[in-house]
């Protein structure tokens, strides 16, 4: 019989929160009792978990050592809260990043560095990178594993849910306002965004980067364990609600030809290979990736004048695998091996 626990969820008014939660729905972990947790303004609400009406309690008034873990779904939450429940005895699992940059703790990708997890006690908390981070790194490696790594350069098209609910309404709002012949209003956005593409997601610093870029290749460095590894990123908002999209062109060690690359990704946990181009066959966010447990990989393409380069394009449901999918099973596994 496998090991379970006992968990607690923080956060659950938002989108983050959501995407758990039908997660949690349709698949089985090792939880034992879930409790549902927002503040007092949010509780309340009893949303269905496994065919039953569960209510979200008061996080104020939460005794944390009724549990053994804890995921934050919500990063304020998590910045005022996951030290009370370390205290408590509970690991905490950070979903959403208010931890992510703190050296001290784990960065981890279920997939694809597993082991960072043996440092999870010493500090209490373990953090899940962004979901473009997850996206990328589940895709490349296997391709890694068999030729190694020399750089990578990665352009990300990201839907409005990479950055939170409110960007989400302000497209929707736009889109109406615009196909009913009325003037976009910009909202949440310093220029318009339905029908449009935005090259910058953040302010941009003093080298042209913006945070997301930065970030983005931080942490690839980071949990690859490759800190002088050359990462460029480009980080684009496109007009659509869910999903995001990737194009990347790898440069490995050691020759890999687009034949054993697919042979390589087909085999690969995570990942679903979709390269029939000719006859429409690529994934896309929409009508692939979008309610998807995979990462989708398609036109793998070698550089005719690099035989160590190699483009592919990826696509994921930003908020179902990106984030929810790999912060249980993170989870998961601290329950199996360090609980």
């Not at 002088?228 to 890999?256: E, H, K, N, Y």
């Amino acid at each position: 019989m496998s090991k379970t626990r006992d968990v607690a969820l923080v956060g659950m008014s938002g989108l983050v929160g959501e995407a758990l939660l039908n997660v949690l729905d349709e698949q089985d972990f090792a939880f034992g009792q879930i409790h549902l947790l927002d503040t007092e303004e949010r509780a309340g609400g009893r949303p269905m978990l496994k065919g039953q009406s569960q209510r979200v309690e008061v996080l104020e008034r939460f005794d944390f050592s009724r549990v053994a873990l804890v995921l934050f779904a919500d990063a304020q939450l998590a910045a005022d809260w996951a030290q009370p429940a370390v205290a408590a005895g509970c690991l905490v699992v950070d979903a959403c990043g208010a931890f992510r940059h703190e050296a001290e703790v784990p960065l981890v990708v279920a997939e694809v560095n597993p082991q960072a997890l043996e440092g999870a006690r010493q500090r209490g908390i373990v953090a899940c990178p962004d979901a473009q981070v997850v996206q990328t790194l589940v895709a490349l490696q296997p391709l890694i594993e068999q030729a190694g790594l020399q750089s990578v350069t990665v352009a990300t098209y990201q839907s409005m849910s990479t950055q939170g609910n409110d960007e989400v309404e302000a497209l929707a709002l736009q889109t109406g306002r615009l196909l009913n012949g009325q003037p976009a209003e910009k909202g949440a956005f310093d220029k318009q965004a339905a029908f449009n593409l935005i090259p910058r997601i953040g302010e941009v610093e003093e080298d042209g980067s913006s945070p997301a870029e930065r970030r983005l290749a931080d942490d690839v460095r980071r949990i690859l364990a490759l800190p002088q590894l050359p990462v460029s990123a480009t980080c684009v908002l496109v007009p659509t609600f869910f999903g995001s999209a990737q194009v990347m062109q790898i440069r490995t060690r050691d020759p890999l030809t687009t034949k054993r690359a697919a042979t390589l990704l087909r085999k690969a946990p995570g990942v679903k290979l979709l390269d029939k181009p000719a006859a429409g066959g690529y994934p896309t966010p929409v009508s692939d990736a979008t309610g998807s447990d995979q990462v989708w990989v398609g036109r793998l393409r070698q550089d005719s004048f690099d035989p160590l380069s190699i483009s592919l394009w990826v696509v994921s449901d930003n908020l179902r695998k990106g984030v929810a999918l790999n912060s249980l099973a993170v989870a998961e596994l601290l329950i199996k091996d360090y609980l």
